[in-house]
């Protein structure tokens, strides 16, 4: 195992890392110590595969915390084994009721390069979207559990064998919504996300969920015929958590 870097190195790093992503993003450098409680710190760490496993078998001494305007959070270390990458990793939302992490897979974290553009693109193109898809089914559950006992209408968002998410509505209030955050008309009564960019269709369904949901429409993701699970939904059943690194969700 190859020594840390320094902490400032770490917190300069991300600094520049952020400069490469959309919107405007803090940073925050947590230095360690052995009297802090790991399990504690890294409690928010979404991840239950090779993050979680580096977590428990070589706790950091330090590590940053990347924080976007809209509340997103990213989690930042050295990598244990080797100089030219870092782990990192999506933070699950504070202040969210156990419940609404149930059947949500978690957005696993990546390896990135210590080059900052190529860690950035990394990090836009595979950890962000299926970060945001299961941001907004936690939301969603959230929602549901906090809301009126009356049962919500809702919207069934079904993934086509192409990899689009197509809607069949003829509600004119979700059809607006679909629209207007990045559905496009793709037949009779169907509104289409396109499949083509993982991470715009991330977007249009978070926007749209979160939408719906200020008028009691819930939204369900369902799979058609002939498709297989894509890696960003939930699991028939979940994975093993590594021991005493985060939380069960």
Do not use: K
């Not at 950035?120 to 962000?128: K, Q």
């Not at 941001?135 to 064998?161: C, F, H, I, K, Y």
């Amino acid at each position: 195992m190859h020594a840390d870097r320094h902490p400032d190195e770490l917190y300069s790093f991300a600094g520049i890392l952020t400069q490469h992503l959309p919107g405007t993003w803090t940073q925050e450098l947590r230095q360690h110590t052995g009297d802090d409680n790991q399990q504690e710190l890294t409690a928010d760490v979404w991840d239950m595969n090779h993050i979680a496993e580096a977590l428990a078998q070589h706790p950091p001494a330090h590590d940053v915390v990347l924080i976007r305007n809209d509340g997103l959070r990213l989690f930042l270390i050295d990598h244990p084994r080797y100089d030219d990458e870092l782990l990192i990793a999506a933070m699950a939302p504070a202040g969210t009721p156990a419940e609404a992490f149930r059947g949500v897979r978690e957005p696993d974290g990546i390896a990135i390069s210590t080059d900052p553009e190529q860690a950035a693109e990394n990090i836009l193109t595979t950890l962000l979207p299926r970060y945001e898809t299961a941001l907004a089914q936690v939301q969603d559950n959230a929602a549901r559990l906090s809301g009126p006992s009356v049962q919500p209408d809702t919207v069934v968002m079904t993934w086509t064998e192409s990899g689009d998410l197509a809607v069949a509505t003829e509600r004119a209030d979700v059809v607006g919504i679909l629209t207007t955050h990045g559905f496009v008309h793709d037949g009779q009564q169907t509104y289409t996300a396109s499949g083509d960019d993982s991470a715009h269709q991330a977007q249009c369904v978070r926007a749209a969920g979160s939408a719906l949901g200020a008028l009691n429409i819930g939204v369900t993701l369902r799979h058609g015929p002939m498709r297989g699970a894509p890696t960003t939904l939930p699991l028939p059943a979940p994975r093993p958590a590594a021991p005493n690194t985060v939380r069960s969700r």
